[in-house]
């Protein structure tokens, strides 16, 4: 499914080293040139070396082709890119805590997960967890509907996000090993198509 | 062959072509500072008495040679005293290395003895640091901190290194070959379309105006500038950090553009049809309000660091790219031509600013701080590296003492560093042995580095100190005058008698109080083979004109009363 992107919010995705202290980098940089994170989500890749953001902020095109140009000043970041027109696929996972106490909030909640792609979990004679991963705009929707019965607890990943198609967002990159990095610079596609 | 941490730190520095390093020693450093014994034919170390004073010794000798200067401090409060020169380097994209010591990995997280998280502290005023951990990968990680440190944008670089690290042993190779980072490619050429975008505008512009920066030197694209001024017919007005760019005697350079600059130059900006900005930032100091800030231009804007395209000023044609390459392809493209019209407007703003000149006034009974400028300007034939602090003095500097080449004026311009002058000269001379340094510095700024002139004597540095004393914090008096209502809270200062002081560092003084005396002063400080002091007492409520407001137009320069008009 292609994302339906909120005017307002604008992703980044950004190729990192996985090194100590990226992240601190990163988080310092927003803050000093006080852009501001709607989310930001950070894991490995299928490199262990390298781990890959999405970052959300709440902005136009311009201010994150800002936020693009300084994140590429960081040594550690190896490759970012705006997704504004781009099409892509992105998810938000959320774990809900929900009131669960009597028949009707069960079934209530049963009929609304019915409808989305949620499940439940985890279930306990007071509360049950439902898990979704959706879009960003479903789930906000999704806890709208459930919010009535009564969320007593939730968290969420924030988005991630990839874009769709043969252009990857990639590289081939081997740190402190000089010889493999002059061989696999060229190879490395930042933006190539494979 | 196996060696230490500590010996590797001097093996690196000395295979990035180090001769000289400010610093200071300590407790978490020490093992650097025994390996040095070992090194003290080939590598230098400069006693400072304040981390801070080795911190801008590091960037003026950098400024001055355009090599990396390097620093070093123990751990905790010596690491956390380089902080300020750190950050000036940063803003003026001077490229340092900063080599400090930690507590030994096991201790660090601990809150040990002197511990402080340095790469922490530095991270937003450095352009990369580093936390050493292994001594496997010391020498590459100095080998990338040069890199790092002297390429694209330059900038200060720290490495911190933990006691066992440097203790610890391990085989010794200097990495070979350029260095590849996977996240770090300086932008060097022009598209091919940017070019042409660029030419067109050029072509079309019938006022069009360069403003030339630090870029040009940092690029060393002097010879480039001056081909695309002279070709095309185009003034070149210079930001503070651009001063030396182009030689300030050409026909086409119309000075200084800015707060303090030359009225006709930001006359210039806010006329002209095109702004063709190179290698500087559009600092809020050179702008104004960005608003009014030449409203009528379009404007081409060449940097090395992209983040700047766009960020201030929006760009019709935005370059990231190396000066140097980006002219050079633009140069054999480019069609003469002329814009008499233009210049001559531009001559008459000029005649105006000479008319409010301070220099010819009579002033009996005082010494002004242009005039001392002037003089030293002419007594040493304009030829010096000035290197001056942060204030009024620095101003007027930048306004009587025209440079003619690259890296002779030296100064804090974006952090605005009061206490930089002082060290920044030690380090320039360092740099530049061969040139007659002299640091014009203002009475209070002085006092926050004064501590170096142990420094300066110990060393026998030749550097000469000029004192513009006015025994008030001159600018913030100035806009305390204008914006205060005169109330000057915390602007007039005690000082020290300084000649007193220069003579209990037995260091060779003058204090002069009229013009008359100045020539002789200076003659006298540049006859000795060392430090020397002139105190010069100054007019004390002098201002510094013509001066935009901050955030005011740019065209809104509160002018310098002509003589008779008040």
Redesign the interface.
Known sequence: MTSQVDINKVTVVALVENEPGVLNRIASLFRRRAFNIDSLTVGRTHKPHISRMTIRVVAGPEYARKIATNLQKLVNVIDVRVLDNEPHVERDLALIKVRNDDADSRNTITEICDRYPARIVDVGPKVAIIEMVATEEILEEFIDEVRPTGIVEMIRTGVVSMGRGTRIHDTNFTRRDLAKIQNQISAGGNGNVI | MKLTGSEIIMECLLQEGVHVMFGYPGGAILPTYDAMTKYENRLHHVLVRHEQGASHMADGYARATGEVGVCIATSGPGATNLVTGLATAMMDSSPILAITGQVPIPAIGSDAFQETDV??VT??IT??NY?VTDVR?LA?TMKEAFH?ARTGRPGPVLVDVPKDVQLALTEFEY???EI?????HPPSSADGSEISDALRLIEEAERPIILAGHGIMMSGAMQELRELSERAQIPVTLTLLGKGGMPEDHPLVIGMMGMHGEASANLAIQEADLLIALGMRFDDRVTGNLKTYARNARKIHVDI???E???NVKADVGIAGDLKTVLTQMLPKLKPKSHPEWIGRIRDWLEDSSERDILNYETPGRLLTAQVINDIWEHTQGEAITVTDVGQHQMLEAQYYPHQRPATLLTSGGLGTMGFGFPAAIGAKFGKPEEEVWAIVGDGGFQMTLCELATAAQENVNVNIAIINNFFLGMVRQWQELFYEKRYEATPLFNPDFCKLADAYRIPNRRVTKRDEIADAVQFARDIDGPTLIEFVVEKEEMVYPMVPAGADLHDMKRRPKPGEG
């Open positions: 790469t922490g991270l937003p352009k990369h936390l990968d590459y790092i990495p070979e070959g590849v980072l996977p996240g770090y660091d992209r983040s395209i766009n960020k």
